[in-house]
């Protein structure tokens, strides 16, 4: 089959690489891709949020598949609109993808099917917001209800910061999606990220992964979009893993399809490993990034069946997905200033070589090829580097090793301690 894949990140270079092993797929464009996805695809130049251009593009194309990587094209209703042309795409439609495009929907959602989340209020108007500050303990957890590209969330320690946090989202901080703000109750416990697929009616649980949201070594500096990840996660139970299931994704995927709204494609649950047990912090209605590299290289199954068969509704017919036992790390590579402004247009050397290490397969993010044919650097995550090894020290240092030796590229920064908690 002709499959398009949308989106132009490490993810979607990820999925790329694993859709092209799969026997059904004969021919796989991209849009609009990027440096390394052109090594291995045909890329259109469409955006992902240009919805009549994606559109025009699997018609010319006489595309036979579709499937959507980043959240922006689904929150806009690219799924609708290619099962109203009777398209076939693995994908949430815009209904269901208000698991993630909006936090309010989300938690509501959880009260009506009794799905373990932090209490919490809603507000659209400052001076309440500030008020039930007072009812709440430091740290305050404050967000914004819409899409923020994984940035309107704030934790401030004290009430002062939380009060001048609340007139910045209500300034317009985060656009429309801070003028809805929620405010939470702070949950302790560690984090992790678990994915599943639904076809919405079956789920068909995946596997966990932990990233790195802060921009610096030590869980410091900035939130970004995650500066690395790593699979399997040391010290993740069976019963952790049947606790998310019972208590979050089976509710969410039955109460989805009995509210109308049945959700087809992928739920990446967001949560708090709590003394209670599993409790959602959010959903997002895709793979994640950097996650997804990581999850791609572990798995052993072919993932265009799988998708295939979610977007039949035909997924109690699919065995489970098989994985390696073997680490994965990624280490994001970014420009220098990232997640704040800048450079474009830097170049890259090294990937060639690195990606004939034992272990290693380099991803593409952010990146172009010049009319001269050098990589250069056009976004603000720019690189992953993936490793595999027999134990999580191999993988990491192999991983560290091709940035070390191989990679040269003086604008990019990466953490130097992804994958510290597994190496504890
Ligand atoms: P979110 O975008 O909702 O995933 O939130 C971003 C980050 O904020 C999460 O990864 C958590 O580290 C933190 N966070 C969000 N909500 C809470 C909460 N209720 N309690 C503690 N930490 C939270
Ligand atoms: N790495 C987090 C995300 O993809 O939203």
Redesign the pocket.
């Known amino acids: 089959m002709k499959v398009l894949l949308i989106g132009s990140g490490g ?1 979607e270079h990820a999925l790329a690489w694993k859709i092209k092993q799969s026997p059904l797929c004969d021919q796989l464009i991209c849009a609009p891709g990027n440096a390394g996805m052109e090594e291995i695809a045909d890329c259109a130049p469409v955006k992902a949020d240009n919805i009549s251009g994606l559109l025009g593009l699997v018609t010319d194309e006489a595309i036979d598949f579709v499937v959507v990587g980043p959240e922006q094209p689904l929150a806009l209703g690219i799924v609708d609109a290619l099962h109203a042309k009777g398209i076939a795409v693995f994908g949430p439609t815009e209904l269901a993808a208000q698991l993630e495009s909006s936090k309010v929907f989300t938690k509501d959602f959880c009260i009506r099917h009794d799905i373990p989340t932090a209490k919490y209020e809603v507000f659209t108007d400052i001076d309440e917001a500030k008020a039930f500050l007072s009812e709440m303990h430091p740290p305050f957890v404050l967000k914004a209800d819409g899409l923020a590209a ?1 940035k309107g969330v704030v934790i401030p320690e004290t009430r002062t910061e939380a009060e001048k946090e609340l007139e910045e989202f209500f300034s317009g901080k985060f656009g429309d999606a801070g003028k809805c703000v929620l405010i939470e109750e702070f949950m302790r416990g560690h984090e992790i ?1 678990f994915f599943a697929i639904s076809d919405g009616q079956t789920l068909l649980p995946l596997i966990e992964a932990q ?1 790195h ?1 802060r921009a610096f070594d030590g869980d410091k500096g900035p939130n970004t ?2 500066m690395g ?1 790593y699979s399997p996660v040391p010290g993740f139970s069976e019963a952790d893993r049947d606790a998310i299931i019972d208590k979050i994704l089976d509710p969410t995927v039955h109460g989805m399809a009995r509210e109308g709204m049945p959700f087809c494609g992928v739920l ?1 649950a ?1 949560l708090m490993m709590t003394d209670e047990g599993p409790k959602l912090i959010e959903y ?1 209605a ?7 590299q990581v999850l791609m290289r572990r798995l052993d199954s072919d993932l265009l069946a799988i998708l295939v068969a979610a977007a039949k509704g035909e997924l109690d017919k699919v065995d489970p997905p098989q994985w390696h036992d073997d680490p994965v790390v990624n280490v994001v590579l970014a420009a220098n200033g990232y997640p704040g402004s800048y450079e474009k247009g830097t170049v890259i050397k090294g990937v060639d070589a690195a990606n004939l290490e034992t272990g290693v397969q380099v991803f593409h993010a952010g990146t172009s090829r010049s009319n001269q044919g050098e990589l250069l650097a056009m976004g603000g995550r720019v690189l992953n580097i993936t490793a595999q090894g027999k134990s999580v020290e191999q993988a990491v240092s192999r991983a560290y090793k091709v940035i070390n030796e191989q990679i040269d590229w003086p604008n990019g920064f990466c953490r130097t301690d992804i994958a510290y908690q597994a190496l504890k």
């Not at 895709?286 to 997804?292: F, N, Q, S, V």
């Open positions: 993810r994984g990220s990233d949201k979009g995650g990840a990446f967001g997002n895709r793979l994640g990034d950097p996650e997804c």
